[in-house]
């Protein structure tokens, strides 16, 4: 039987009885450990029924236990399909039956809220918590721990993560195995892991970052990883002498340098520092080698494509930019409106090309090829420039997206949300600069007629439907949207009147 994936990023660490988790509390999960209840799963998918290909809807904290599901998929040929735990029922809904999901793992507290909507969508539920208990972990104690690995082909579905769109609903990127096996090869490489390295994990599992780039990239070496349930800047600041490296959001960052113990002694022994997800702004760049002598490597990626481009691990790391396109991964510029290559040097829309390049969203013919060109260049949404060294600068977004955080957020979906309220007539959302995010979600919108706007009321109206991250931090009530010949409503405009918006007087 063969199974790629599992077999180089699980299979060859079976039998090693090295650490590869170590929590926070000081327990340790060996490779081996960890293998024997990912199969326990997968025995115990198999005998409810579970087939290769059928969907894994996974909502839950992060553990030990919520990465051995993935495991298990992968050795069981399901598909992973992993959900942020902020989403809300509403948004919960949505994933279920687009993605006609066989299983939904929860948590225990959200069983009750889901039970109706499982049965109605004929999803199996199961609860795994924070601290591995659950009906999962509670069936899967009972199984073997060997599992007869199903046979997958490197074009097999293993993944559908969910990523949102400028317009209509999230779309399903179908990651197969050679995407995040192609892609897991040439970071290993790239950054020079090995077994003996130790990541501070702090990022969620249930985005690219922290699953296929920290986590397949540590198994792929056969190292470990300091696997904590988020980010707790006390642990990090604890936890980074015992790590070789932090892999991180811009904020992980930003807050290191804003914490008082954060000195170079504390960042000594460790041999990298990675950033992506969000722009990391230039002078944090600066002022973490200023601080620590580390360079920190940026690079640039997205749920489609897993990583296209980084700085280099040899060489210069340049701030500002995210380095050249990885080994096999082919960059074009091209003119947004007409899809012609641009004279080398100037802006257009990023083009991505490679075995890391997803293969359609799911169900979605018609997203697949807006957006997938059929010489294999997916069409990404950035906007930027290769300079005369071949580094890519991201310059800025063709695409109406926030990142907050690390988060990313469509306006459409909170303006949608908004303009369905009796009091608004219409909306804008948009991003500002926040020290700690990034950026920061602020609303402005219109009164319907005889009607005024508080702040607080619209907000607790998104409350039911939209995830924690997604909410603006203000709705301001303005006279009117500023509009272009064409009636769209000129974004930028907004954001350079309200850039300096003072959010530290307003909760968060
Ligand atoms: C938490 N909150 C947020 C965010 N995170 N609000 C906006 N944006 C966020 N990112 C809310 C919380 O619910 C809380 O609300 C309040 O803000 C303050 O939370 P705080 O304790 O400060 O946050 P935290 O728990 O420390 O989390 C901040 C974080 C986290 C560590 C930056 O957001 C994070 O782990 N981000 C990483 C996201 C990520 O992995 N992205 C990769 C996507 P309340 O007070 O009401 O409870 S993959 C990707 O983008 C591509 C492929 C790529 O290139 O990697
Ligand atoms: P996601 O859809 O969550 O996969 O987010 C992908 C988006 O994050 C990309 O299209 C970029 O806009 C953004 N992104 C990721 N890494 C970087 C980076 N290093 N600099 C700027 N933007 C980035």
Redesign the pocket.
């Known amino acids: 039987m063969t199974n790629p994936l599992y077999d180089q990023l699980f299979g060859k660490n079976a039998g090693k009885t090295s650490p590869f988790l170590r929590l926070s509390d000081g327990r340790t999960i060996t490779h081996t450990g960890f293998l024997d209840i990912a199969a326990q799963i997968a025995n115990h998918f198999a005998k409810v029924g579970l087939r290769p290909d059928d969907r894994v809807a996974v909502q839950v904290d992060k553990s030990p236990e919520a990465l051995a599901v993935y495991a298990a998929c992968v050795q069981a040929g399901l598909v992973f399909l992993p959900l942020n735990t902020?989403y809300t029922l509403d948004e919960l809904s949505y994933f279920l039956e687009d993605a006609a999901a066989a299983v939904l793992v929860v948590d225990s507290k959200r069983e009750t809220a889901l039970e109706d909507m499982a049965a109605r969508q004929g999803t199996r539920l199961e609860t795994l918590n924070a601290d591995g208990t659950g009906s999962l972990t509670e069936a899967a104690s009972r199984e073997d721990r060997t599992f007869d690995t199903a046979e997958r082909k490197p074009s097999d579905l293993t993944a559908l993560v969910y990523t949102s769109g400028t317009t209509g609903r999230s779309k399903g990127a179908m990651l197969s195995q050679s995407n995040l096996l192609s892609n897991a090869r040439t970071l290993v490489e790239a950054w020079r892991f090995t077994s003996d390295d130790i990541l501070l994990h702090?990022?969620?599992i249930f985005?690219?970052?922290?699953l296929f780039?920290a986590t397949n990239v540590t198994l792929m070496a056969g190292g470990s990883m300091i696997f904590l349930p988020?980010?707790?800047i006390d642990e990090i600041a604890r936890l980074l002498p015992r790590s070789t490296v932090l892999m991180?959001?811009p904020?992980?960052y930003t807050r290191l340098l804003r914490y008082d113990g954060f000195t170079a002694d504390l960042a000594s022994g460790v041999r990298l520092f990675i950033s992506?997800?969000?722009p990391l702004l230039p002078e944090t760049h600066i002022e973490f080698e200023r601080l620590t002598g580390h360079k920190i490597i940026e690079?640039?990626?997205?749920?489609e494509t897993?990583?296209n481009t980084s700085n280099p691990y040899d060489g210069d790391r340049r701030a500002g930019t995210v380095g050249y396109p990885l080994p096999g991964v082919e960059i074009s510029i091209t003119d947004p409106d007409t899809g012609a290559a641009v004279p080398a040097g100037e802006i257009g829309m990023i083009e991505v090309r490679g075995p890391n390049v997803f293969g359609g969203y799911w169900n979605k013919p018609e997203k697949t090829a807006a957006e997938l060109r059929e010489t294999g260049f997916f069409i990404t949404g950035d906007l930027g420039k290769i300079d005369d060294d071949g580094y890519v600068h991201i310059v800025g977004r063709a695409k109406d997206l926030i990142?907050?955080?690390?988060?990313?957020?469509y306006p459409k979906e909170i303006e949608s949300v908004l303009d369905s309220l009796p009091e608004v007539l219409e909306s804008a959302v948009i991003g500002i600069p926040d020290a700690?995010?990034g950026e920061?979600?602020v609303a402005l919108a219109v009164a319907a007629p005889g009607h005024k706007i508080e702040s607080q009321k619209a907000l607790s109206s998104v409350r039911d439907s939209l995830a924690?991250?997604k909410?603006p931090r203000v709705v301001l009530e303005i006279d009117v949207l500023p509009r272009n010949t064409l009636g769209k409503v000129q974004k930028n405009v907004l954001r350079d009147r309200y850039a300096s918006l003072d959010l530290d007087t307003l909760p968060?």
């Open positions: 902020a702090a990022l969620p985005h690219t970052h922290g780039v988020g980010f707790d991180g959001v904020t992980f992506g997800s969000a690079r640039y990626g997205m749920t897993n990583m990142i907050s955080g690390g988060y990313n957020i700690d995010f920061a979600v924690r991250f909410h968060k």
